[in-house]
């Protein structure tokens, strides 16, 4: 609704193949996914020297600091907690794709 193209990954090791084909402007990853979930992701994504500076927004409901701290040290740019509003969400892809 906000005007963004969108590709959607069933899961993380799905994403990983799509990210050998396209490289996004910001990537919405969720903490619990299977085969592959979002702190193994963000690590992958880091770790490659073709996607290591997508911003990565993790939406998960994990709210301890153990789990922020997981997806800072993974490479997390904005870690949301659910429920969150679709204008917070909005606001921080627009601020990370704009940067």
């Known amino acids: 609704?906000?005007?963004y193209a969108v590709?959607?990954?069933i899961d993380g090791?799905?994403?990983v193949g799509?990210?050998?084909r396209f490289v996004p402007s910001v990537m919405l990853v969720d903490m619990e996914m299977p085969r592959m979930n979002g702190i193994e992701?963000?690590?992958h994504v880091r770790d490659s020297e073709r996607t290591k500076n997508i911003p990565v927004i993790m939406i998960t409901s994990r709210s301890t600091e153990k789990h922020r701290q997981m997806g800072k040290e993974a490479g997390v740019d904005v870690?949301?907690?659910k429920p969150f509003s679709d204008d917070a969400l909005i606001e921080h892809v627009e601020?990370?794709?704009h940067r």
């Open 13 to 15: 090791l799905e994403a």
């Open 41 to 43: 992701l963000t690590a």
């Open 1 to 3: 609704d906000a005007g």
């Open 79 to 81: 870690y949301l907690t």
């Open 7 to 9: 590709r959607t990954a």
């Open 18 to 20: 799509m990210l050998q």
């Open 95 to 97: 601020r990370l794709v």
